[in-house]
Each structure stands twice: as structure tokens, then as C-alpha cells.
């Protein structure tokens, strides 16, 4: 199992002022598996993410990605870099897209750079050039790949503002995808989906990670997405984490039972609570 | 009406616009990437001209300035090489540390570069107006009336060619290469942009530098259109092509040319018909009316706040 691990997060902390929005968190994230980050609104799921990629330099601790050529810092690589050497995509709660491009364009200037290296400062790309053509026609082929995959193909044209909810969250994966990244970061993408995109929406994490290896990290509300598709499930509170494990274990955790309920001073449940809980452990 | 006074009003209308036009994209450029008005443009648009002049005497000195073409296309490279160091020199230093900062930082910050760029230049060029010889000469007589003859000067030719061709070319460059996507996409979100491993303050010194090279083309054409320059003629034309680009639809290329286009001719027409006196306040005045009644300008979009 050692040689799969992708991402290592060590003794996260991340001060704002006096608050604590996360306090000592580590954990590992492995490739080709689904590792859920979930607990209550404000318990730093996202400030894990913003650690990440860059928007946030970390208090204290360190975050290691072993991509395929080593290990490195995240936290001492520059913003744009991250996804450049490292390979960390990540998709957002309220969907940017860039709204004023096509659904296409959306997914081929995610490989700005790889088409920007063949373009030699653009002029190649000016007097289309073979070199420039070649990279571009890679880059087109990965869009549509990614196109098919997501069931935008038909869409390829549209102005990505202008698609529907649903196909919007999947054209924000299918972008990060374009990256080629070795770590999909993923805050809430089952959001404002009816049951039936959420289900879609599981097919394609679950092919992304068997058919790419990559790892996927995942902030979800919704249970249903994260016990059925992560292999592994870090919850969160208060930005300390209290659980970690598979989904199973994780689920019947009183700590977590406790976090998402609410606890009492005697630190009892309320008798009703703790019924329910007996008698229906998957109302959970 | 006179048909033949028309259309040499028209054909200096055009030339005179496409010059606005050239400025006009580079404040349209750098508001689309970043959002701010770069108030020094106009003072890079001087640059150009003084470079293709300085160029120009250097050649007269090597004595090659009797081989035309060579002459002009040294001007022209040389000004566009030097002048979007400049540009690129004021986003390094007068912008980039104020980038994050609130919104009017960077706009003293450029109005503070254009008085020093203004004073620089009359310090080390001198005050004085300065005169250059015309190298395109001669033209076309497309009209002959009774008593007026519509001349369609070379120099015009060279101007509205030139330009047309720097527009397609620049076009090209924003729609279909991936710089230009790189660029689209940081007007839209820099951060995304970032993300997706966009080098993004690279993307805006190139925005800068691609403004930088179309105003000093638009420099050199107005050297060797008007035959004078003085430190000063940045101001006013950038004014003017700041207007255009209002007009025009700020953020929109095709709208920094149409507007630079229609700011010409209405220079033009408003002088050859109305007062020559007036023609500034006319131009002026169509900025006051646009940004009340139109503030998106021709081609621009208004901001829809999406919920």
C-alpha cells in the first residue's frame, strides 16, 4: 500500500487570527482511490483544498505529493505551478467556468501549457506551424475524450455559460481532468444535482479512478455519493479530525454520530436520537 | 454638397482613426485582462513616436537612410522592440505590486506613470516640437473637380493598410492561439486560470506588451503623417483613444477599432463641416452621452449580474 500513497498531509494547521480553521490534521490519500473529506459546515473541508492549491500558504505542517517524478512540496510551490509540476486539479462549490468561452475552449485552455511549450511564444501558433498543429490536435483529441466521457460532446460548441446546471458541474470536472492532474480535488460536486446526475455523476468519478489511476479527493454533503463511491472517509470538526477510515466503520463512529447531531452536556444523546440510531444505523 | 469634400474627409477620417484605433486596443486589452484603465498608455503611444524618430536619425547618421524600406522597417522594429520594454517596464513596476490592491491603487499609480513618462521624455529629449522630413510621399488623385481634388496620400495607404493588417493579425492571435485563450481566460478569472497552471502574471506583462508594440506602430505613423512630434502628443491622443475604446465597448477588440474609427471620423467630418475649433468637445462629448446612455459602449456587453 505504501508505494500507492499520492498525497501525505501532515500536521495541517491553518490560523486565521485567533481562529483555528484546521488544528493538526494528517492524513494520506492514495492513488485510484476515492478519499471522502466530509463533517459539518465550517469544520475546514475547504481550507484543506485551499491549502492545497496554493490559495492559502499552511500555518504549520506539510503536504507531499509523490506524482510520478518524486515527491514535492505543495506548500512551497507557487500558485500557478501546482497544477503545472504537481498535477493538483481542482473543481469549486459555486462552479467558475470561464463563462464567456466555449465548452470546448473551456477544456483546451487547460492545456495552455502543454500547447504554449510547442507554440514558441505563440508564433508558431500565429503561422500555424506543424509543431503547433500536432500539439493542438493532441490537445483536441484529450478535449473530446473528455467530452464523451462527460456527455458534453454534443455541447462542444455552446458558450459554457449558457448549459445547464448539471452539465456545467460535469464540464468543471471534465476541465480539471484536461490538466492531466495526478490529484482531483473535488468540493461538493454532487451539489444542486437531481438524483439521477448525482448517480451519473458516481459512474464517472468511480471511472476516473479506475481507468486514469489517479487519486480523488472529495468534499461532499451528500451520503449517498460518499458511502457509495470513496474508499476512504476523513471526517472533519471544528478543524480537527475525528474519524478516519472506510466508509462502513466511519458511518456507526459515535464521534462522528455525535458531530453531525449534536451532543449534549452529558455527552448523551437524546433518548429519540439514540433510537433511531439503533434501530436504523443507514438513516445515517 | 460636395461629394469630392466628402470623401477626403472620409479618407482622413479613416486615417485618423485607424491611428486612434491602434491606441484604443491596448487600454481595451489591458482593461479586459485586469480591469484597470492604464492612464500611461497614451505616454507609450509618444514612446513609439519618439523611438521611430530617434531610429530614423540614427539611420540618416549611418547613411542608409536613402534605402527606404530598410529605413522604415528598422523604424517600425526597433520602435515596437523599445517601446513594449516600456510597457512592459510600467506593468512590472507601477502595476504588478499593486495588483490585490483596492481598485483606484493602480489607478493613481498609472496616472503617476504618465506624468513621469510625460517628464522624462522632455527632459531628456527637450520641450521643443520635432520636426520630421515626410518619407512617404506623393499620392493618388482619385477625384478632380472643379475646385477640389480628393488626394489619397500614400502615407494613408501605408496607415489603413498597416492597421488592417495588425488587426487581423492580432484577432487571429487572441482567438485562435493559445495565448489568446490563456488571456481570454484570465479576463474571465485569474485565480481559475492560475489553477489550470496558467502563468498569469505572464499573460498580463504579454497584454501589455502586445498594447505596447500596437501603440508605438501608431506612433510612428503619426510622425511620418503629421511630420511633428513634442512630448506632449501622448495626452490628448490617449484621451481620445481611451474615448474610442468607451465607444467602442471597453474590452472588446473589434469594438476598439470600430470606436477608434468612428471617433476619427467624427474628428474629421465635425472640422471639415462644423468648427475646427470645436473638434475635441465633439469628440468629448460623444464620451459624456456613451457612458450615459450606453455605458457598455457599441460592442461591449453590460454586466449581467447573474444569480
Known sequence: MTDNKLLEVEHLTMRFGGLVAIDDLSFTARKREITAIIGPNGAGKTTVFNCLTGFYVPTEGRLTLSANDGPRLLERTEGFRISRNNGVARTFQNIRLFTGMTVLENLVVAQHNRLMDASLFSLAGLFNLKRYANAEKEALERAKFW??????????????????????????????MCVEPSLLCLDEP???????????????????????????????????????????????????????????????DPAVIRAYLGEEED?????????????????? | MDWAYFLQQLINGLTL?????????????????????????????????????????????????????????????VSMVMTSVYGWG??????????????????????????????????????????????????????????FNVQLSYMQIVIIVLTFVLMVVFSTLIAKTSLGRAQRACEQDRTMAGLLGINVDRTISTTFVMGAALASVA?????????VIDFYIGFLAGVKAFTAAVLGG??????????????????????????????????????????????????????????
Open chain 1, 147 to 176: 467530452l464523451n466521457k462527460t456527455g458534453l460532446y454534443e455541447f462542444a460548441d455552446w458558450n459554457a455559460g449558457n448549459l445547464p446546471y448539471g452539465n456545467q458541474r460535469r464540464l468543471e470536472i471534465a476541465r480539471a
Open chain 1, 190 to 252: 454532487a451539489a444542486g444535482l437531481n438524483p439521477r446526475e448525482s448517480a451519473e455523476l458516481n459512474l464517472l468519478l468511480q471511472s476516473i479512478r479506475d481507468e486514469q489511476g489517479i487519486g480523488l479527493l472529495l468534499i461532499e454533503h451528500d451520503m449517498s455519493v460518499v458511502m457509495q463511491i470513496s474508499d476512504h472517509v476523513i471526517v472533519l470538526d471544528y478543524g480537527k479530525k475525528i474519524a478516519d477510515g472506510n466508509p462502513e466503520a466511519v458511518k456507526n
Open chain 1, 267 to 284: 455527552d448523551e444523546l437524546p433518548p429519540e436520537v439514540a433510537q433511531d440510531l439503533h434501530l436504523d444505523p443507514k438513516a445515517q
Open chain 2, 17 to 77: 482613426g485607424a491611428i486612434y484605433g491602434l491606441i484604443a486596443i491596448g487600454y481595451t486589452m489591458v482593461y479586459g485582462i485586469i480591469g484597470m484603465i492604464n492612464f500611461a498608455h497614451g505616454e507609450i503611444y509618444m514612446l513609439g513616436a519618439f523611438h521611430s524618430l530617434i531610429t530614423f536619425l540614427i539611420c540618416q547618421a549611418a547613411g542608409i537612410s536613402g534605402i527606404l524600406p530598410l529605413t522604415l522597417l528598422l523604424m517600425l522594429v
Open chain 2, 90 to 147: 510600467v506593468e512590472r513596476i507601477a502595476y504588478r505590486p499593486l495588483r490585490g490592491s483596492f481598485r483606484l491603487a493602480a489607478l493613481i499609480s498609472a496616472i503617476g506613470m504618465s506624468i513621469f513618462l510625460q517628464n522624462f521624455v522632455q527632459i531628456a529629449q527637450g520641450a521643443r516640437v520635432k520636426p520630421m522630413q515626410p518619407l512617404i510621399k506623393g499620392g493618388i488623385t482619385l477625384m478632380e473637380s472643379p475646385n
Open chain 2, 219 to 227: 506612433g510612428m505613423m503619426v510622425t511620418l503623417y503629421y511630420g
Open chain 2, 250 to 307: 471597453i474590452g472588446s477588440l473589434p469594438g476598439a477599432m470600430l470606436g477608434g474609427l468612428l471617433i476619427g471620423l467624427i474628428e474629421s467630418f465635425w472640422s471639415g463641416y462644423l468648427t475646427i475649433e470645436y473638434k475635441d468637445v465633439a469628440t468629448f462629448g460623444i464620451l459624456v452621452l456613451v457612458l450615459i446612455f450606453r455605458p457598455w459602449g457599441l460592442l461591449g456587453k453590460p454586466e449581467v449580474e447573474k444569480v
